[in-house]
T-cell receptor, first 113, second 116 residues
Framework: DAKTTQPPSMDCAEGRAANLPCNHS???????VYWYRQIHSQGPQYIIH???NNETNEMASLIITEDRKSSTLILPHATLRDTAVYYC??????????????FGQGTELSVKP | GAVVSQHPSRVICKSGTSVKIECRSL??????MFWYRQFPKQSLMLMAT?????????EQGVEKDKFLINHASLTLSTLTVTSAHPEDSSFYIC????????????FGPGTRLTVT
């Protein structure tokens, strides 16, 4: 079973920041928080991941609370092409199975003009 | 960046026949590959984990004799759906890991299987 809880859907105005929350209250100390997104009828795309520090890359920022029980993915300036289902996943990195991903239902983000 | 391809992108087959889907890592060696299935309006469901040169590990409820996985090289894994039925119609997606450690999985574009 997925270990994360996300709102099923969210809307965001084009050009504004999209803040996608995720609860992972049972996360273990060796589990990372990963974010992927899936545009309709395509394979998922990696966005960002982190352990306990906040992370930023060219796509997004990841804010993880101090107790690590929740996180927020921030798309700073959403565009129409960011419309997708966003998945928050907790995962143990490495190991014999390379850290398999268990997908929950995700958040369907609709960016509107 | 790392690229994973799948072939074919779409396939239509008749009930009772078998169909093979290929997953290739184009610019890296994948020690581990994963196969997922996704039904319309649903999330991805992990089917199996495949390591090069060894038998695949199937998730609970996935029939290993129906979904044959072969990971013969570090750049190729295949999924064969045997004796396909209409309920096997789905979007099949593979992903690949470069190896152990803190690294992301790279996903293929998916294969749409329709069984008539």
């Amino acid at each position: 079973d997925a270990k994360t809880t996300q709102p099923p859907s969210m809307d965001c105005a084009e050009g504004r920041a999209a803040n996608l929350p995720c609860n992972h209250s049972t996360i273990s100390g060796n589990e990372y928080v990963y974010w992927y997104r899936q545009i309709h009828s395509q394979g998922p795309q990696y966005i960002i991941h982190g352990l306990k520090n906040n992370e930023t890359n060219e796509m997004a920022s990841l804010i993880i609370t101090e107790d690590r029980k929740s996180s927020t993915l921030i798309l700073p300036h959403a565009t129409l092409r960011d419309t997708a289902v966003y998945y928050c996943i907790v995962r143990v990195a490495g190991g014999n199975q390379g850290g398999k991903l268990i997908f929950g239902q995700g958040t369907e983000l609709s960016v509107k003009p | 960046g790392a690229v994973v391809s799948q072939h074919p992108s779409r396939v239509i087959c008749k009930s009772g026949t078998s169909v093979k889907i290929e997953c290739r890592s184009l610019d890296f060696q994948a020690t581990t590959m994963f196969w997922y299935r996704q039904f319309p309006k649903q999330s991805l469901m992990l089917m199996a984990t495949s390591n090069e040169g060894s038998k695949a590990t199937y998730e609970q409820g996935v029939e290993k004799d129906k979904f044959l996985i072969n990971h013969a090289s570090l750049t190729l894994s295949t999924l064969t759906v045997t004796s396909a039925h209409p309920e096997d119609s789905s979007f099949y997606i593979c992903s690949a890991n470069m190896g152990q450690g803190d690294n992301e999985q790279y996903f293929g574009p998916g294969t749409r299987l329709t069984v008539t």
